[in-house]
């Protein structure tokens, strides 16, 4: 029998476990540390969260992005993403991303850039970012930053160094 999945937007409530969550997908506590800085922060964010049988057991954060130091509110970094070691391997990091990816549009972003897995994220209709003209501003091979346009022609003629919120500066 099919798992019972659910996904909801995460709230005030849900943060410890969101914490813990994401600390067991990931070594050390960057990201953990990186998604709490962003919410205290109060600016504009993004965090879908799934349930597998009712438990927390996935999260896609979202947080607002820049090109070459304007903000014109469209577009938005992804990540961190994470699925618990539990229930990895079954096709519910697809099906989490794509229903994010549906969460992120409504919210209003029309394009979205990512450093990630080239072999995962293309699955969802993610290609190098460089074909947008996008530029990474850490070290990364071209194949693993990659964007979406949300929205058709959502990144024509745009181009530009991508700039995320400050927290992802902070060690």
Known sequence: MPPALSFCLDTDADNADLLR?????????????????????????????????????GQVFYSPVTLDGTDDGHGAGLGPM??????????????LLRESLTRA??????????????????LAGFTPASQFGLSCPYPAPD?????????????EDVGGMVSYHPAFNEG
């Open 21 to 57: 969550l994401i600390d067991a997908c990931f070594p050390g506590d960057f990201e953990s540390r990186l998604v709490d800085k962003i919410k205290r922060a109060g600016g504009d964010y993004l965090s879908v969260l799934m349930q597998v049988d009712g438990r927390l057991a």
């Open 82 to 95: 994470c699925i618990h070691p539990d229930v990895q391997r079954r096709g519910l990091g697809l099906r």
């Open 105 to 122: 549009q409504a919210h209003g972003w029309r394009w979205v850039v990512l450093l990630g897995h080239p072999e995962f994220y293309p």
């Open 143 to 155: 194949e693993a930053f990659m964007a979406l346009e949300l929205a058709p022609g959502a990144l």
